[in-house]
């Protein structure tokens, strides 16, 4: 019974030894480093130590750049390497065993966090360094070329880390020292020049082609230009719904649309400026003799416009002798406006040329008289013959009169199609080099050849 109870009691024993002769090295070394071991404890052998961390910082994909909330998303590994003395043993006490990986949650860890600015720390605590590989500061953020993946909108240009000290901060106080990750990023253009940029131009490339409308075609013009303006309004909007709400700095493709918005408010205005000069009148506006020798005489030749000569305007005479109760008016005769003769001098014309010979031999039987004996003056002949002068002169007047107003119409409009030209050489002046500019601003934002302006080196990994 005595025996029985004993080899009971055997059996458990001999388990816990079988156990123990059976755990690994590795167990058995975590069992015995953590025997004794307190993860809240700094690892000081004395207070006045002070932690050296090395950090470095592996980049593995650049995923996004929210630009209105000004947030970068990334995937990266933080290495951070120090000393705890109570992690130590003999390698010959355990067969060997040289590298032992435990959880983390098991050891102290310095209590530092990635953050989009900085984190600090007390120098007395722990002293933040940045890590060392073969001797050589790693002085920047790190790349693994097998699972780095590129980002198809940004490139990476600087990738600089350095480590900053304050020397007016007290040095027991937090700011005293920090490690700084620094990525200089630039846009790939591709996107944006297809999506926005291109038809950007193109749609205000048809703005300044309404200038070869007719002068006249003021509705027309407006209509088109509205048109071009509420597209750019909406590329307008699409982009401000992705850069950020900040005064500070403005990107460059608001300002290029913000400029082709102006350009067409331009090409609007002098629409309606034309179409006003175009279809005024001599009842309305007189012209000018300045505006008549700028307009239709040097800016045609400057221009190298075809604008034909119009003969000159008739005017009333200004002393003009009255006979028979009729005044002189001007009638154009072949290419010179001569001065339209009183009822009797228009009657002696047209008797020269035969016209009231041809009238009287209409008449009924009168006296055997020569032409220019009968209707040697006015007040002798018939007054049916005196009306139908009169008559004459009536449709001369307004035949002249009507003439007089044509050619004051067609000089404003030929006034309108200088006006038409100069706004167009002006406004694709303006659109071309305003657009030349922006892209040549575009061309020459880029990031600097080293990442810090003075600073010589290039925080990069040297050639060898």
Same mark, same amino acid.
């Given at each position: 019974m005595?025996?029985?109870?004993?080899l009971?009691?055997?059996?458990p024993?001999?388990?816990?030894?079988?156990?123990?002769?059976?755990?690994?090295?590795e167990?058995?070394?975590?069992?015995?480093?953590?025997?004794?071991?307190?993860?809240?404890?700094?690892?000081?052998?004395?207070?006045?130590?002070?932690?050296?961390?090395?950090l470095?910082?592996?980049?593995?994909?650049?995923?996004s750049?929210?630009?209105?909330? @000004? *947030?970068? =998303?990334? %995937?990266?590994?933080i290495?951070? +390497?120090?000393?705890?003395?109570?992690?130590?043993? &003999? #390698?010959?006490?355990?067969?060997g065993?040289?590298?032992?990986?435990?959880?983390?949650?098991?050891?102290?860890?310095?209590?530092?966090?990635?953050?989009?600015?900085?984190?600090?720390?007390?120098?007395?605590?722990?002293?933040?360094?940045?890590?060392?590989?073969?001797?050589q500061?790693?002085?920047?953020?790190?790349?693994?070329? @097998? *699972?780095? =993946?590129? %980002?198809?909108?940004?490139?990476? +240009?600087?990738?600089?880390?350095?480590?900053?000290? &304050? #020397?007016?901060?007290?040095?027991?106080?937090?700011?005293?020292?920090?490690?700084?990750?620094?990525?200089?990023?630039q846009?790939?253009?591709?996107?944006?020049?297809?999506?926005?940029?291109?038809?950007?131009?193109?749609?205000?490339?048809?703005a300044?082609?309404?200038?070869?409308?007719?002068?006249?075609?003021?509705g027309?013009?407006?209509?088109?230009?509205i %048109?071009?303006?509420?597209?750019?309004?909406?590329?307008?909007f699409?982009?401000?719904?992705?850069?950020?709400?900040?005064?500070?700095?403005?990107?460059?493709?608001?300002?290029?649309?913000?400029?082709?918005?102006?350009?067409?408010?331009?090409?609007?205005?002098?629409?309606?400026?034309?179409?006003?000069?175009?279809?005024r009148?001599?009842?309305?506006?007189?012209?000018?003799?300045?505006?008549?020798?700028?307009?239709?005489?040097?800016?045609p030749?400057?221009?190298?416009?075809?604008?034909h000569?119009?003969?000159?305007?008739?005017?009333?005479?200004?002393?003009?002798?009255l006979?028979?109760?009729?005044?002189?008016?001007s009638?154009?005769?072949?290419?010179?406006?001569?001065?339209?003769?009183?009822?009797?001098?228009?009657?002696?014309?047209?008797?020269?040329?035969?016209?009231?010979?041809a009238?009287?031999?209409?008449?009924?039987?009168?006296?055997?008289?020569?032409?220019?004996?009968?209707c040697?003056?006015l007040?002798q002949?018939a007054?049916?013959?005196q009306?139908?002068?009169?008559?004459?002169?009536?449709?001369?007047?307004?035949?002249?009169?009507?003439?007089?107003?044509?050619?004051?119409?067609?000089?404003?409009?030929?006034?309108?199609?200088?006006?038409?030209?100069?706004?167009?050489l002006?406004?694709?002046?303006?659109?071309?080099?305003?657009?030349?500019?922006?892209?040549?601003?575009?061309h020459?934002?880029?990031?600097?050849?080293?990442?810090?302006?003075?600073?010589?080196?290039?925080?990069?990994?040297?050639?060898?």
């Amino acid at each position: 019974m005595h025996g029985g109870q004993g080899l009971l009691l055997l059996l458990p024993l001999l388990a816990v030894c079988l156990g123990v002769q059976g755990r690994n090295q590795e167990e058995r070394l975590l069992a015995d480093l953590m025997q004794n071991y307190d993860p809240n404890l700094r690892p000081a052998e004395r207070d006045s130590d002070v932690v050296n961390v090395s950090l470095k910082l592996t980049l593995t994909n650049l995923i996004s750049l929210n630009e209105r909330e @000004e *947030a970068l =998303t990334t %995937n990266v590994w933080i290495e951070m +390497q120090w000393c705890d003395y109570r992690l130590r043993w &003999d #390698p010959r006490d355990y067969e060997g065993l040289w590298v032992l990986r435990v959880p983390s949650t098991m050891v102290w860890r310095p209590d530092i966090v990635l953050e989009n600015k900085s984190q600090t720390y007390s120098t007395n605590e722990i002293d933040l360094q940045l890590s060392q590989e073969d001797g050589q500061t790693i002085e920047w953020i790190f790349i693994d070329p @097998e *699972a780095f =993946t590129e %980002n198809g909108e940004w490139a990476i +240009q600087h990738r600089p880390a350095k480590m900053l000290l &304050d #020397p007016a901060a007290p040095a027991q106080e937090a700011g005293h020292q920090k490690v700084v990750f620094y990525l200089l990023i630039q846009r790939k253009p591709l996107f944006y020049v297809i999506n926005i940029i291109a038809p950007c131009v193109l749609i205000s490339s048809v703005a300044i082609l309404i200038y070869f409308l007719p002068a006249k075609a003021g509705g027309q013009k407006c209509t088109v230009a509205i %048109n071009v303006l509420l597209a750019q309004t909406v590329f307008l909007f699409l982009v401000a719904k992705k850069v950020p709400e900040t005064s500070q700095a403005v990107p460059l493709i608001s300002k290029y649309l913000t400029f082709l918005l102006v350009v067409t408010i331009l090409i609007v205005v002098n629409a309606v400026v034309v179409l006003n000069v175009s279809l005024r009148s001599p009842h309305t506006h007189s012209m000018a003799r300045g505006v008549r020798k700028v307009f239709l005489r040097l800016l045609p030749q400057l221009l190298r416009m075809h604008v034909h000569p119009l003969a000159p305007a008739a005017v009333q005479d200004t002393q003009p002798r009255l006979q028979n109760g009729s005044s002189g008016w001007s009638i154009t005769t072949g290419e010179v406006a001569l001065c339209l003769p009183r009822s009797e001098l228009l009657f002696q014309q047209w008797q020269q040329q035969g016209l009231v010979a041809a009238a009287l031999e209409k008449l009924e039987k009168g006296p055997e008289l020569e032409p220019s004996q009968f209707c040697g003056s006015l007040k002798q002949a018939a007054p049916a013959i005196q009306a139908c002068v009169e008559a004459c002169n009536l449709i001369a007047r307004a035949r002249h009169q009507q003439s007089h107003f044509d050619n004051g119409n067609e000089e404003w409009f030929l006034v309108g199609r200088v006006l038409d030209r100069v706004c167009f050489l002006a406004m694709l002046s303006l659109f071309v080099c305003g657009t030349a500019g922006i892209f040549l601003m575009a061309h020459y934002n880029r990031v600097p050849a080293l990442p810090f302006p003075g600073d010589p080196r290039s925080y990069l990994p040297s050639p060898d």
